[in-house]
């Protein structure tokens, strides 16, 4: 997967099974300030991205990300395990 469909299925993810606003969604938004997720919903995201991403995704990882562009960047080396 390139960054640009990672970030795509992201976006769709949100919006479908989190509720967030289609136009939030950008490369910049924090999870927590602008999206209002916790470390519930991080998880759960993490979860659902599985379905798209071949590699293992550790849950470590996540507790360093703040915005999407840092979960694209995280979810992208194991997209192409």
Same mark, same amino acid.
């Given at each position: 997967? *390139?960054?640009d469909e990672?970030?795509?299925?992201?976006?769709?993810?949100?919006?479908?099974?989190?509720?967030v606003e289609?136009?939030?969604?950008?490369?910049?938004?924090?999870?927590?300030?602008?999206?209002?997720?916790?470390? @519930?919903?991080?998880?759960?995201? @993490?979860?659902?991205?599985?379905?798209? @991403?071949?590699?293992?995704?550790?849950?470590?990882?996540?507790?360093?990300?703040? *915005? @999407?562009?840092?979960?694209?960047?995280?979810?992208?080396?194991?997209?192409? *395990?």
């Amino acid at each position: 997967m *390139t960054k640009d469909e990672i970030f795509s299925k992201l976006k769709e993810t949100l919006v479908k099974d989190f509720e967030v606003e289609e136009s939030s969604v950008t490369l910049q938004a924090n999870l927590v300030n602008d999206l209002d997720l916790d470390s @519930i919903d991080a998880v759960d995201l @993490i979860v659902k991205m599985k379905e798209y @991403i071949p590699g293992k995704i550790d849950p470590d990882v996540f507790k360093t990300v703040k *915005t @999407i562009q840092d979960v694209v960047d995280v979810l992208y080396p194991l997209s192409n *395990t």
